[in-house]
């Protein structure tokens, strides 16, 4: 290479090394701060858009768990409901059962009717006030079936539908209705005890064992209802799971692509870092490289 007074060839071919060796280190650095290798789109144009559309993927189905989970939750709400009217069912049909006894007085009777009666108001009570997120669960508002968007689309493979025989009216009057048309009634059919006149009982002529077979019969709807509930939790946490799995599988994919290898950048790292010092030190010798050329004239 010739000595140039005008053109220092060999600082510029330094100069460009050390712009280089900067640029690498300096890529380097936020690599390691950012934890990213792909940071912007000119660091991978192709990964770039790859990377957006899991990370869009990976936040819809995380809302789709919720989603799922949301209907987990309203559907245990309706459970525990019935499995407290199905408490209070059982014991009217203890009541019942021992009214039907030939030993007991009006009095007596009369006495039952009351824990009767209360039972009855209660069930018809945690019907019309059973409700999740605004919704009554219970008293048979819901008449259309409710979608949980389990999915990423809007086809049915990415929806469950739940019933709306799920969330049927449950009050006494509803599930006793063989027993009579209200609560005075169901109970005076069911205690065996016209309480009309509160100091007056008068026993019915039928026995309230005929009843029987109508509370089993509300019992064992009740029992079919919380067992549907059951079934549809069982495919909505079968769909979390799923959801969870397509979740992990898109974060490690995302990961291998987007996340930096931190031993790898640091390596790189200190690789510039020593290339910037060489560089720098020998800019500095090439450009005294004119004045030799000087030096000859």
């Known amino acids: 290479m010739s000595l140039s007074i005008v053109t220092n060839t060999s600082a510029m ?36 858009n790859i990377i957006d559309t899991m990370t869009t993927k990976i936040g819809s189905f995380e809302v789709a768990a919720d989603n799922a989970q ?38 007596s009777l009369a006495a039952i009717n009351a824990e009767i009666t209360a039972r009855l108001n209660e069930i018809t009570r945690v019907a019309d006030t059973a409700e999740y997120n605004g919704m009554n669960l219970m008293n048979g508002d819901i008449t259309d079936p409710i979608n949980i968007q389990i999915g990423l689309y809007g086809a049915d493979s990415s929806k469950i539908i739940l019933e709306a025989t799920l ?5 006494s009057e509803t599930l006793l209705a063989g027993a009579g048309g209200d609560v005075e009634e169901i109970a005076k059919v069911l205690s065996g005890v016209d309480v009309a ?83 720098s030190t020998l800019l500095a010798t090439a450009n005294q490289m004119p004045s030799i050329a000087v030096n000859l004239i």
């Open 13 to 48: 071919i330094v100069r460009s090394n050390l712009n280089s060796a900067t640029d690498s280190m300096t890529q380097a650095i936020e690599r390691m701060t950012t934890g990213f290798k792909v940071n912007r789109a000119k660091d991978d144009a192709a990964g770039y």
């Open 70 to 107: 949301i209907g987990i939750d309203m559907l245990t709400t309706t459970e525990e409901n019935y499995a407290l009217i199905t408490t209070h069912l059982q014991r009217i049909r203890d009541l019942t059962e021992q009214a039907a006894n030939g030993t007991y007085s009006e009095d």
């Open 167 to 171: 969330f049927e009216e449950a009050s």
């Open 197 to 279: 006149d509160p100091d007056n009982p008068v026993k019915e002529t039928t026995s309230p064992s005929e009843f029987l077979s109508i509370i089993d019969s509300a019992i064992t709807d009740i029992a079919t209802r919380i067992t549907n509930l059951g079934a549809a939790q069982n495919r909505l946490e079968s769909a979390i799971t799923a959801v969870n799995t397509n979740v992990t599988q898109l974060t490690n994919s995302r990961s291998s692509m987007r996340d930096a290898d931190i031993a790898e950048e640091s390596t790189s790292y200190i690789s510039a870092q020593i290339l910037q010092s060489a560089a």
